[in-house]
């Protein structure tokens, strides 16, 4: 299937600082990118997602940004807070609204810790 | 209450004796996934549903059936299971990938496999 490659692994950060976590992929097919956060002992929810036409978006202390020529999107926390701990994944689909549209590849994951 | 749920949330098992996770979404979603998590691996895809009766593989199908013969409900199914299967599965919804992809998760279910 097709791969993701997500770094860091883990990223430890001062409260207030901004994170920033990069996923890469390789099939230029691949056009919806979503970011889903996961507590500890909990499920994944959706945080931020974007679309292959577009550059980047925003919501509050959170972006996302893609670039489909160098084939990688990040992930930016600004002013960051102790609740924002938690691991992140990265994924997406292929070819989304085409054939194969429903498989959902994700990144292996980045434990953010933020400490007070 | 809209919500995905699972069972059973945790399962203990040995080898070769088949086993079902059950899933149900209350939200009348078409699209339905079954996923696991595993550490340093992130989730994998098992199967996909997008509707009733139509299923498809993910990047992670060997050793798992599904079947989708209702639209609430997506069960998981082991038939002979290994303990290359244990593992934290996640069952998930969303409304229909021509809409929209959020997909909601059920609260996951912690299989060993003895």
């Known amino acids: 299937g097709e791969n993701v490659e997500q770094h860091p692994s883990t990223l430890s950060v001062q409260e207030g600082d901004s994170a920033v976590i990069k996923c890469t992929y390789s099939d230029s097919a691949s056009n919806y990118f979503p970011w889903y956060k996961q507590e500890l002992g909990k499920r994944p929810q959706l945080i931020i997602d974007i679309r292959s036409n577009v550059g980047e978006k925003k919501d509050q202390r959170i972006a996302v940004?893609?670039?489909?020529?160098?084939?990688?999107?990040?992930?930016?926390?600004?002013?960051?807070?102790?609740e924002d701990s938690a691991v992140y994944f990265c994924a997406l689909i292929r070819n989304a609204g085409g054939t194969s549209y429903g498989k959902l590849t994700f990144g292996q994951g980045t434990i953010l810790t933020v400490h007070p | 209450e809209a919500q995905v749920t699972q069972n059973p949330r945790y399962l203990i098992t040995v080898t070769g004796k088949k086993l079902t996770?059950?899933?149900?979404?209350?939200?009348?979603?078409?699209?339905?996934?079954?996923?696991r998590q595993d550490p340093g691996l992130g989730l994998r895809q098992i199967y996909y549903s997008m509707n009733v009766e139509v299923t498809d593989k993910g990047d992670v199908p060997e050793g798992y059936k599904v079947s989708r013969k209702e639209k609430r409900n997506f069960p998981l199914i082991l038939e002979s299971p290994s303990p290359?299967?244990?593992?934290?599965?996640?069952?998930?919804?969303?409304?229909?990938?021509?809409?929209?992809?959020e997909q909601y998760f059920g609260p996951g279910t912690r299989l060993t496999v003895t």
């Not at chain 1, 160098?70 to 002013?79: G, M, N, Q, R, V």
């Not at chain 2, 996770?21 to 996923?35: A, G, R």
């Not at chain 2, 290359?84 to 992809?101: K, P």
């Open chain 1, 65 to 82: 940004t893609l670039n489909k020529t160098a084939k990688h999107f990040s992930l930016h926390i600004t002013e960051t807070q102790p």
């Open chain 2, 21 to 35: 996770v059950t899933c149900s979404q209350n939200m009348n979603h078409e699209y339905m996934s079954w996923y």
């Open chain 2, 84 to 101: 290359n299967q244990t593992s934290l599965y996640f069952c998930a919804s969303s409304i229909s990938l021509y809409l929209t992809y």
